[in-house]
């Protein structure tokens, strides 16, 4: 046991020693215990009494001496309360550099409550948001942010990782919004500013664009007097026939590759977009395996439709013709002469489907993920000879984005592969359904 203790039961002895004595003299011994007793109750709750006032009040100020136990008790709330102060002024320092640090980044930071409300932000998001931390704590984020596609974001909890939205402050500033959940139900929503990217981006594309404009003229009267010189009779050319031969299928080459990439840009720039109209797919099918099999003349490709008659697609034809034919195109290119080439449409719970596949060279696992990146090509001099771009995939991919759908690629070395381009099941209209009925 402590020494204070000892201390402490050696005074009580003493008190109820001192008592007994004194009863003893007075003939009065339960009156000078009792009163013994209560005296030291007495001054038990004194103390605590003084010990709760001097915990409710400044804590620096020292008790008077107290006696052992109590100075000891005091002593050590005393050095708690120092430890816990330090403890504080730590933590309070690093949240304060935590939130310099928070409120110095260039993208703005909003902590959201459960219930979506903005608990706090940094400095940014005033710029890019209109948000004050002391004006708009509180309030419901879609309140304070009302664009249509972030409000979908902000229900939707997980399915697309951003969404980009313009600016409520200035219009001309394009953001893209992420969420990252964190603690028990909160969500931080970090947004961007990506107006200076998406500039790069549409200068880049404008560049393309008005290179392959520029380039396309000289080409076609290069490619027309080509034309006029090989349809020439003239003796002095007779000689010259492989040779233009050669300039007229590079200059083809050079003008189906502008063709390409101004498709490429068209498809890219989502101003333009033509309205979508029912399309008769199975007969497109028809007409494609035709031009096919015209490609593979006497290589005796064996190639096959199988189409549901009753299966119309809401699309653009002409950019579904294209990417289409570009899937056909590639299973007669990269498949060995007498091979079989099928295109299935059909639909399932998932939607609907094009699959072309065919029985060709395949493609090794690790091409797949980058087949739809613009000029990749498995083997460069391949490609080039049967007349690719290296644009076609990612031709398909763009027209099959601007319809919701998406290209799935399976394939196997040596045995074949399957493009499959699946379309979301709100686009299947009746057969012979005119534009207004569908729409
Ligand atoms: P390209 O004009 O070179 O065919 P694409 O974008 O159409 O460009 O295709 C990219 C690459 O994918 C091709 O170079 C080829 O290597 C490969 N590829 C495309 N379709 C097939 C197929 N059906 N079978 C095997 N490889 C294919």
New binding site residues.
């Given amino acids: 046991m402590a020494r204070s203790w000892w201390t402490v039961w050696r005074r009580l002895t003493l008190l109820f020693l001192g008592a007994t004595l004194l009863g003893g003299i007075t003939q009065q011994w339960q009156l000078t215990l009792l009163l013994a007793a209560l005296g030291g109750l007495a001054w038990q709750l004194w103390q605590l009494y003084r010990l709760d006032r001097w915990l409710d009040g400044d804590q620096d100020v020292c008790l008077p001496h107290t006696g052992p136990v109590w100075d000891g008790i005091q002593g050590r709330i005393a050095r708690l309360y120092r430890q816990s102060r330090k403890r504080k002024r730590k933590f309070s320092r690093l949240l304060q550099q935590f939130q310099q640090a928070v409120a110095a980044l260039p993208d703005a930071a909003v902590l959201l409550s459960e219930d979506d409300r903005m608990a706090w932000c940094n400095g940014a998001a005033q710029p890019l948001l209109g948000l004050t931390p002391s004006r708009d704590h509180g309030l419901p984020i879609t309140h304070l942010l009302r664009h249509p596609g972030f409000v979908a974001f902000l229900n939707q909890r997980g399915n697309n990782d951003h969404v980009e939205f313009p600016s409520p402050v200035d219009d001309s500033l394009l953001l893209s919004a992420r969420i990252a959940p964190y603690g028990k139900k909160q969500r931080l929503l970090l947004v961007t500013d990506i107006s200076r990217v998406r500039r790069l981006e549409q200068m880049r594309r404008e560049f393309v664009t008005n290179v392959s404009h520029e380039l396309r003229t000289p080409l076609t009267v290069i490619a027309g007097y080509l034309e006029t010189l090989l349809d020439s009779d003239d003796p002095v050319l007779a000689g010259w026939e492989q040779p233009l031969r050669r300039m007229q299928q590079q200059s083809g080459r050079m003008l189906h590759l502008i063709e390409d990439l101004l498709l490429l840009a068209r498809l890219e720039s989502q101003k333009e977009r033509p309205p979508l109209k029912p399309v008769a797919v199975p007969a497109l099918l028809t007409d494609i395996a035709e031009d096919a099999s015209a490609l593979s003349g006497d290589q005796g490709h064996q190639i096959s439709v199988i189409a549901d008659p009753g299966l119309w697609l809401l699309g653009c034809e002409k950019e579904l013709h294209s990417a289409f034919a570009?899937?056909t195109i590639?299973?007669v290119?990269?498949?060995p002469a007498g091979g079989q080439i099928t295109l299935r449409w059909f639909a399932d719970e998932r939607g609907l489907h094009l699959a072309?596949a065919?029985t060709?060279?395949?493609?090794a696992p690790h091409?797949l993920p980058r087949?739809?990146e613009r000029f990749?090509?498995?083997?460069?001099d391949?490609?080039?000879s049967?007349?690719?771009?290296?644009?076609?995939?990612?031709?398909?991919k763009h027209i099959l984005n601007n319809h919701g759908g998406q290209l799935r690629i399976e394939?196997t070395l040596g045995a074949?592969?399957i493009?499959t381009c699946d379309f979301p099941v709100e686009l299947r209209v009746a057969p012979g359904c005119s534009e207004t009925e569908s729409g």
């Fill in positions: 570009n899937l590639n299973a290119r990269y498949t072309v065919d060709g060279e395949g493609i091409h087949l739809t990749y090509r498995i083997n460069r391949r490609s080039r049967s007349g690719g771009t290296g644009l076609g995939l990612s031709i398909v394939s074949g592969s493009f």
